[in-house]
Structure formats: structure tokens, C-alpha cells
């Protein structure tokens, strides 16, 4: 049974920085693409980061560019995302997500398993 867990959530004041670990077992992560996601309450989920198997190509989306940064340690089977300068609209709970193929997409039926999410607050 394919299992994510992730950790390194928290509160954290606004200009801070959190890092964010995505742990997988049961699966060989590093034959495939995984993702962050986050979802802040009425909003939609949104894909925050992608980063191929190989740890080659990476994607952060424009809300985050230039402060969140994802990277992966396949002998871990462990995928990070940095996150620095934080804002109050980062505040959410973010999931990570192995994806179906060795690339990443933003659209999240790529993706097959996921963990179960980890809150992070903003204090401004």
C-alpha cells in the first residue's frame, strides 16, 4: 500500500519560512513525477510545484515563484518544498502527490496518491 506522509507544517509569521517533506512508502518514488498542492479555505486547490523523477525539472507556480523552491532526494523517497517570504495567502493546507508518469502536471488527475495534507498558518 502506496502511503505519503508529510510534515513540517506550522505557524509561522508572515516573511518566515517553513520546509515542507513529502515521505513515501510502499512506492518507488523515484520512478515517478510528484507534486505540492495546497487548498486555503474557499478556494480551489491549487498546484504549487512540480518536480520531475530525476529531480531535472521543477515547476513553481507565479503566485510562488522566487520563494518557494521543490527539490527531491530519491534515496530518502523524499520530496521538499522550501518556502520562504511567507504571505498570509499562502496560509493552507498543503498536500503532496505522486504522480502517475515520470513528468509533472498542474492538473491533479495526474496524480494517483496523496498524502493526507498539512496545515500551514500565516500570522501577519
Known amino acids: 500500500q502506496v502511503q505519503l506522509v508529510e510534515s513540517g507544517g506550522g505557524l509561522v509569521q508572515a516573511g518566515g519560512s517553513l520546509r515542507l517533506s513529502c515521505t513515501a512508502s510502499?512506492?518507488?518514488?523515484?520512478?515517478?513525477?510528484m507534486g505540492w498542492f495546497r487548498r486555503a479555505p474557499g478556494k480551489e486547490r491549487e498546484f504549487v510545484a512540480g518536480?520531475?523523477?530525476?529531480?531535472?525539472?521543477?515547476y513553481v507556480a507565479d503566485s510562488v515563484k522566487g520563494r518557494f523552491t521543490i527539490s527531491r532526494d530519491n534515496a530518502k523517497n523524499t520530496v521538499y518544498l522550501q518556502m520562504n517570504s511567507l504571505k498570509s495567502e499562502d496560509a493552507a493546507v498543503y498536500y503532496c502527490?505522486?504522480?502517475?508518469?515520470?513528468?509533472?502536471?498542474?492538473?491533479?488527475?495526474?496524480?494517483?496518491?496523496w498524502g493526507q495534507g498539512t496545515q500551514v498558518t500565516v500570522s501577519s
Open positions: 502527490a505522486s504522480a502517475r508518469a515520470p513528468y509533472y502536471s498542474s492538473s491533479s488527475s495526474w496524480y494517483d496518491y
Open positions: 510502499g512506492r518507488t518514488v523515484s520512478n515517478y513525477a
Open positions: 518536480v520531475n523523477w530525476s529531480g531535472g525539472s521543477t
